[in-house]
T-cell receptor, first 115, second 112 residues
Framework: DTAVSQTPKYLVTQMGNDKSIKCEQN?????MYWYKQDSKKFLKIMFS???????INETVPNRFSPKSPDKAHLNLHINSLELGDSAVYFC??????????????FGDGTRLSIL | GENVEQHPSTLSVQEGDSAVIKCTYS??????FPWYKQELGKGPQLIID?????GEKKDQRIAVTLNKTAKHFSLHITETQPEDSAVYFC???????????FGKGTTLSVSS
């Protein structure tokens, strides 16, 4: 069973389009994250949610809007896609907000290519 | 904010040799330091982690050491195998449920 699953795995689309990426975790975690990995492999946080509440929003353009319908799901909607949005987007989850740090588990990523 | 530096960016070793990757962090409040392995086309996979109350942790061929005073931590892989070839990331975190701050990664190549 896949612990953190993302769909789609690949997404190729035209500049200016709107697209969504979905993420689901079956680990029972209460915190979920979106990270972006650029062409140089650098991983950077975009958003995190704890129990459906937005916790982190790291200076990401307003074109990116995360939504968490429940604590097992965190989706990412992107409006008016730009060439610079081409990257790999990773979803992750952890049992967060407690005193002791817990490992974050990553999905296999969504490779977004803007034409 | 936290900044994590990772070295080297690439590392080539012969099968059976040891590999060492080093990271430094800037925020003395960071207390959790995981290491991730990323294979081609896959997401980062946690391979070992260490908390600030521990100086060393070992899991079979993999070990991590932490020097809180100097604010650096290292990954040691012994008896490397070709399947160890991947990109390795160090990270730091100061509070549960917050973002991991990643180093820029080390591409490890193990040749047989």
């Amino acid at each position: 069973d896949t612990a953190v699953s993302q769909t789609p795995k690949y997404l190729v689309t035209q500049m200016g389009n709107d697209k969504s990426i979905k993420c689901e975790q079956n680990l029972g975690h209460d915190t979920m994250y979106w990270y972006k990995q650029d062409s140089k492999k650098f991983l950077k946080i975009m958003f995190s949610y704890n129990n459906k509440e937005l916790i982190i929003n790291e200076t990401v353009p307003n074109r990116f809007s995360p939504k968490s319908p429940d604590k097992a799901h965190l989706n990412l909607h992107i409006n008016s896609l730009e060439l610079g949005d081409s990257a790999v987007y990773f979803c992750a989850s952890s049992q967060g907000m407690g005193v002791r740090n817990q490992p974050q588990h990553f999905g296999d990523g969504t490779r977004l290519s803007i034409l | 904010g936290e900044n994590v530096e990772q070295h080297p960016s690439t590392l080539s070793v012969q099968e059976g040799d040891s590999a060492v990757i080093k990271c430094t962090y800037s925020d003395s409040a960071s207390n959790y330091f995981p290491w991730y392995k990323q294979e081609l086309g896959k997401g980062p996979q946690l391979i070992i982690d260490i908390r600030s109350n521990v100086g060393e942790k070992k899991d079979q061929r993999i070990a991590v050491t932490l020097n809180k005073t100097a604010k650096h931590f290292s990954l040691h892989i012994t008896e490397t195998q070709p399947e160890d070839s991947a990109v390795y990331f160090c990270a730091a975190n100061r509070q549960a449920g917050t973002a991991l701050i990643f180093g820029k990664g080390t591409t490890l190549s193990v040749s047989s």
